[in-house]
Nanobody
């Protein structure tokens, strides 16, 4: 599976962004898509994922209510919508694909990673 993330950019605080991650290669429908981010000087952190088995969504506590993960019906593209952007949301955002339906916050569960898309939020 090859993943291509896009949609990042420079946004003012309070704004909205929708990041996309398009998959190609193997059947993406049997993978759980996930999103992570890495802020400058910090470790990469889990944000959200969707179980490929039942479509349940999982979020990090820190982003619940502001971030929404989804995938299209063809299960080729996953999306991460971010509302009420804050300067602390500034980071490189990565999409990933896991063959598992558990432990979504564990990086080693993901076999494939996109190249990352930079989100910069100005105050």
């Amino acid at each position: 599976v090859q993943l291509q993330a896009c949609g990042g950019g420079l946004v003012q605080a309070g704004g909205y962004l929708r990041l996309s991650c398009e998959a190609s290669g193997r059947t993406f429908s049997v993978y759980s898509p996930g999103w992570f981010r890495q802020a400058p000087g910090k470790e990469r952190e889990f944000l959200a994922a969707i179980s490929y088995r039942d479509g349940r969504r999982f979020y990090a506590d820190s982003v619940k209510g502001r971030f929404t993960i989804s995938r299209d019906n063809a299960k080729i593209t996953s999306f991460l919508e971010i509302n009420s952007l804050k300067p602390e949301d500034t980071a490189v955002y990565y999409c990933a694909a896991s063959p598992f339906a558990r432990e979504f916050d564990v990086e080693r569960r993901y076999d494939y990673w996109g190249q990352g898309t930079l989100v910069t939020v100005s105050s």
